[in-house]
């Protein structure tokens, strides 16, 4: 689809899937305990990879990549590393300290990137946007803390403890997501979505691969066991190249932050499939803090008018 023809209640709806397909991120990755954080990353993103450039084969739209990422190599390469960083401290996060604090503090990206926006770029939010992401981020926290009530601590920690390690890694991760999305900003409006997406999944996956060996102190694992090989799959296709590419896609239409708070979606998607593949129930300050962060993203898809 040609870029000018994208509305913004098409970017908005992309952001809005996107987010809610994240969160099916946690689910698969409650099945890989015995990957650790560098396979689990590298794999879904060559899966990513592989599901792509499926498409753009068949669709016969996979001989002018080459061509493109050549001459767009420079910022295909740091959009790949600053991809590839995301993943790896998130992941990190999420082993290293509670689901909890890597949950809140992974949410703070849409502040990093209003920041960034700002005094970088020069893209002043309304007051209406910032009431927005506020309101968002608040109803994210509240939904965390629902979440940790319920589950207990046994769950919450999942055999992690609080830890100013994996607290940085979490934010890290958040920044250096602020970081893509507003450096992915402008070339969004260049090409087609997944002759984009397929360069940065590549670099990603090599920028995983190269530091594997300095940050596990091992090489990559290759999983063989079905009982790996599906919940992979499973998240290389709908949270990485469903839903970070529909992530991405809706930079065309959206400001950096606004694409970054649509991310917030993803506790509820997760809750969602939670309650329906394992019956936990999420608790009653879920429906507020559900309410706050749906209610955000009414004010950031008005203040963008």
């Given at each position: ?253 959206l400001k950096s932050f606004e694409t970054a708070t649509m991310a917030l979606l993803e506790p509820i998607g997760a809750a969602v499939l939670g309650a329906v593949l394992f019956g936990e ?25």
């Amino acid at each position: 689809m040609p870029l000018k023809s994208r509305t913004r209640k098409l970017t908005l709806i992309e952001g809005i899937t996107a987010g809610t397909l994240f969160g099916t991120a946690a689910i698969f990755i409650r099945f890989l305990p015995s990957l650790d954080v560098f396979s689990i990353a590298f794999w879904r993103l060559i899966i990513a990879c592989c599901i792509l450039a499926a498409i753009l084969l068949f669709s016969g739209k996979l001989s002018g990549l080459k061509d493109y990422a050549i001459g767009s190599l420079k910022e295909l390469v740091v959009l790949g590393l600053l991809l590839g960083l995301h993943f790896i401290f998130f992941i990190s996060a999420v082993k290293d300290t509670t689901i909890l604090n890597a949950t809140v503090l992974v949410n703070t990206t849409p502040i990093f990137s209003v920041f960034i926006s700002t005094f970088i770029f020069n893209l002043k939010p309304s007051r209406l946007a910032v009431a927005g992401i506020a309101i968002s981020i608040a109803g994210a926290c509240v939904i965390a803390y629902a979440e940790s009530t319920v589950a207990g601590s046994d769950v919450v920690f999942s055999g992690a403890v609080p830890s100013v390690k994996g607290d940085m890694e979490a934010v890290l991760a958040a920044f250096v997501e602020a970081v893509y999305l507003n450096y992915g900003k402008k070339i969004r409006g260049q090409r087609a979505i997944l002759t984009i997406m397929l360069p940065i999944y590549m670099f990603a996956a090599v920028v995983v691969g190269f530091l594997s060996p300095i940050g596990a102190r091992k090489g990559l694992e290759l999983p063989t066991e079905p009982g790996v090989i599906l919940p992979l799959l499973g998240l290389g296709i709908l949270p990485t190249a469903a839903a970070h590419t529909l992530y991405f896609s809706s930079l065309s239409n959206l400001k950096s932050f606004e694409t970054a708070t649509m991310a917030l979606l993803e506790p509820i998607g997760a809750a969602v499939l939670g309650a329906v593949l394992f019956g936990e129930l999420p608790a009653p300050l879920f429906i507020l803090g559900t309410t706050l962060v749906l209610l955000g993203i009414v004010f950031i898809a008005k203040g963008g008018k």
